[in-house]
């Protein structure tokens, strides 16, 4: 069945006869199923290697998921309801390039489009499958549908196989080891997980062959679709993230980045500059290890070799294998978390009365703050789909604890969206930790929306590229163009307030008022031992607000009489 590019469906299917391959007769028995999520290569993949595995037939597929990727036209950016259009074109180009891997190993990518547990189920079927392998997955989403496609499995007496690739370790036992719940700190965690159990066991990177694809009986199986034919419209190159997708192009990146050995070696975060955008501070890595495009197990194990041939190298948790591990703390902690995703009914998050400011979100998100530092970044990351980690800790500190007390979960929606590497547990538990809801408690530490960017870009160059209307403004007044002469804001043809926003705070005041609240909100959770409920909330916020007025009393009294 074939449908015109008009239809609503979000790709063109093609018939059976369209295979690029040979359709091989079906031996009852030995078929089996992979089914490709995250996990999207050839090298370090056990699933993939169990699944060919004395197979007669071997189905690759991928199932296009509506949730995932239907056209939303009532979102702020082009993309779905869950990804903007940069992570989706990334996701293609991925499964463009597994696609190309696979034909070289004599298979292909059959993909599909529909609920994923219904589809693989009934994949599973109608292909007479024997055995099923997947790369297990963390996330909540999918530890539903791996539930339901399990059970049917089960039932049918197929075989599973469902390793931990996408992580060092796998976070079961991590938690198990302590005592049934997920360390709480990077050194805690770091002291139960000890070097991975396969670290100097040679890794499988590549593969022969493949057994061929078996008859596809009445699954409408496709290509992998383009952009217009999920239902997008392109845009412009320049709105686009520089980052191609891909196993190829992850592997051609991370070999550029280890080939530097003193870099590696010396690699030091949190330093780095926020600014640089020609060339990144980092290995800019982390789409590809959200996607699986690139082995996480492998990058450790090419690190370990780096640092093997070095006289001396940076330890975690400030060096590149220590940012791996951050991502497996973080992992973890999200994984034996209920509620790990939200401040309400979350354990480890403190309970705090943040504003819902629909104007104030709008404006960060939209780059309309009036602070250029914050605004440029924002205009990175919707056109890249990418930042510095200093950036986004610069701009989730100001929407949260910084400046303008907006609920973190509201900012974690924007970069879950937006970010080309959104990845469910790192993207919470930064945005917990960045508005001292959980892990780091040190609110009175805040990013200056102003000063920070200065020292490491004085002349404003990150700002002037991303946010070309105050290009012509001298460095001077670049960070805080509403204090520039009005004659200096003609000259550079950039009028405060009307070619580029007022500030919508005051930094000074606004993050003296947060510290304020935040100080309020410790104390509850301290007083109530964590056990706060919604009612609390209510009380502490009417408390705050009731406290704002009284004390704004008499500023006014006081300006009164001396007008």
Not at 351 to 363: E, F, M, R, S, V
Not at 515 to 532: I, P, Q, S, T
Request: with cysteine.
């Amino acid at each position: 069945m074939k449908l015109s590019p008009s239809s609503s469906h979000f790709f063109r299917y093609f018939s059976s006869s369209s295979l690029s391959q040979p359709i091989a007769k079906m031996v009852p028995g030995s078929n089996a199923l992979i089914w490709f999520r995250k996990g999207l290569r050839i090298h370090d993949n056990p699933a993939l290697q169990y699944a060919a595995k004395d197979s007669q037939h071997l189905y690759p597929v991928f199932v296009i998921d509506p949730h995932y990727m239907k056209p939303d036209p009532t979102a702020f950016s082009p993309g779905s309801s869950r990804a903007g259009l940069n992570r989706i074109r990334f996701l293609l180009e991925s499964l463009e390039d597994l696609d190309t891997s696979l034909k070289k190993l004599g298979s292909r990518l059959l993909v599909l489009k529909g609920e994923p547990s219904e589809i693989v189920i009934h994949c599973l079927k109608e292909w007479n499958i024997s055995k099923l392998c997947f790369e297990f997955d963390t996330e909540p989403y999918y530890q539903a549908l791996d539930d339901k496609v399990k059970s049917n499995a089960s039932v049918a007496g197929i075989e599973i196989f469902s390793p931990v690739s996408h992580t060092l370790f796998n976070p079961a036992e991590i938690i198990q080891k302590n005592g049934g719940r997920p360390p709480l700190s990077y050194q805690s965690f770091i002291k139960v997980a000890g070097q991975p159990s396969w670290s100097s066991t040679p890794l499988s990177t590549s593969l022969s062959c493949l057994p061929p694809i078996g008859n596809p009986g009445n699954c409408a199986i496709s290509e992998v679709p383009s952009i217009n034919d999920l239902g997008y419209e392109e845009i412009d190159e320049d709105e686009r993230t520089p980052f191609r997708g891909g196993e190829s192009e992850a592997l051609r990146c991370m070999k550029e980045s280890i080939e530097d050995k003193d870099w590696v070696a010396n690699f030091e975060k949190p330093k780095g500059d926020p600014s640089a955008f020609l060339k990144p501070a980092t290995t800019v890595l982390s789409p590809y290890l959200k996607f699986g495009c690139l082995s996480s197990r492998y990058f450790y194990q090419c690190i370990q070799e780096v640092q093997k041939n070095v006289k001396r190298h940076t330890s975690p948790p400030v060096s590149l294998l220590g940012q791996l591990l951050w991502r497996e703390f973080f992992y973890t902690v999200a994984f034996g978390t209920p509620n790990f995703d939200r401040m309400n009914g979350n354990r480890i998050c403190k309970q705090i009365p943040w504003d819902n400011n629909d104007d104030l979100l709008a404006a960060w998100r939209d780059a309309r703050t009036g602070f250029p530092w914050i605004d440029a970044i924002m205009v990175q990351l919707r056109k890249w789909g990418w930042m510095h980690h200093l950036a986004r800790h610069c701009v989730a500190c100001f929407l949260t604890r910084g400046d303008l007390y907006v609920h973190w979960e509201k900012g974690r929606d924007v970069f879950e969206r937006l970010l080309v590497d959104s990845d469910w547990a790192i993207n919470n538990g930064n945005w917990l930790w960045l508005s001292c809801s959980s892990f780091f408690y040190q609110y009175n530490r805040i990013y200056s929306p102003i000063s920070f960017g200065k020292k490491y870009d004085p002349n404003g160059n990150y700002i002037r590229h991303f946010l070309p209307v105050l290009k012509d403004m001298p460095k001077e007044y670049i960070y805080e163009p509403w204090s520039a002469p009005l004659s200096i804001q003609t000259k550079a043809k950039c009028i405060i307030g009307i070619d580029y926003p007022k500030p919508v705070v005051s930094h000074d005041s606004a993050s003296k008022e947060c510290r304020r609240r935040l100080a309020e909100a410790y104390e509850l959770n301290k007083k109530l031992n964590g056990m706060v409920n919604e009612e609390d909330l209510r009380k502490l916020r009417r408390k705050l607000e009731e406290d704002k007025i009284h004390e704004s009393k008499p500023k006014r009294l006081k300006q009164k009489l001396i007008g």
